[in-house]
């Protein structure tokens, strides 16, 4: 069946790097992305979304860019702090009527190094 | 800032016996939603409510799960005959009236079955 993806398991970035996690989808019907973040013992917490109508959005230290053409979804954090050590989570929700639950990828589990 | 409240954070119980996880969505929210994480694994959709009746439904949630919104606060995640493979983090989640926009996630109940 169709599926949210993410390519690596694990990213570790030296601190004040910039990172990016991938995400790759499947499902055409998708219209709406987001990124969760989700640290150890916690829900997930809301990063930046994204629509199909557009391309790139930039939000506070991070961006996420949308390719529609070949289904691949990428969070870049500028300036890594060692709190952005989480897991990370692409999710996707499918066009259609009334509330509609997401598909969430696997998780990339993103490590700063001081 | 406004947040999702789920309780008990821990909920351990005996194979067969009935749980019920609550949660308070934030108070504004009209879409509402029960998801869950094995340990490990990706967070999965159970189900969706909006209106006083469940939108959406995975195949995770059969007749052994129900969902009720009693008293127009809580919305609360029933398991009638708990199962070893029920043992997982279930989050709540809650969203606007537009369904396109982020959901809140609250912090989980972890619930052991034994």
């Known amino acids: 069946g169709e599926s949210v993806g993410l390519h690596l398991p694990t990213l570790s970035v030296q601190e004040g790097d910039n990172s990016i996690i991938n995400c790759a989808y499947s499902?055409?019907?998708?219209?709406?992305f987001i990124w969760y973040k989700q640290e150890s013992g916690k829900g997930p917490q809301f990063i930046i979304d994204?629509?199909?109508?557009?391309d790139k959005r930039q939000g506070q230290r991070v961006t996420v860019l949308l390719n529609k053409t070949v289904k691949h979804l990428s969070l870049q954090i500028a300036a890594t702090q060692p709190g952005d050590s989480a897991v990370y989570f692409c999710?996707?929700?499918?066009?259609?009527?009334?509330?509609?639950?997401?598909?969430f990828g696997k998780g990339t589990h993103l490590i700063i190094q001081p | 800032e406004p947040e999702v409240t789920q309780t008990p954070s821990h909920q351990v119980t005996q194979m067969g016996q009935e749980v019920i996880l609550r949660c308070v969505p934030i108070?504004?929210?009209?879409?509402f939603y029960w998801y869950r994480q094995i340990l490990g694994q990706k967070v999965e959709f159970l189900v969706s409510?909006?209106?006083?009746?469940?939108?959406?439904k995975s195949e995770i949630f059969d007749d052994q799960f129900s969902v009720e919104r009693p008293d127009g606060s809580n919305f609360t995640l029933k398991i009638r005959s708990t199962k070893l493979e029920d043992s997982a983090m279930y989050f709540c989640?809650?969203?606007?009236?537009?369904?396109?926009?982020?959901?809140?996630f609250g912090s989980g109940t972890q619930l052991s079955v034994l």
């Open positions: 409510f909006y209106n006083n009746e469940i939108s959406e």
């Open positions: 108070s504004n929210h009209l879409y």
């Open positions: 994204i629509r199909s109508n557009m």
């Open positions: 999710a996707e929700r499918a066009r259609g009527g009334g509330a509609d639950g997401l598909t």
């Open positions: 499902n055409s019907a998708s219209d709406y």
């Open positions: 989640a809650s969203g606007p009236s537009n369904r396109d926009e982020k959901l809140f």
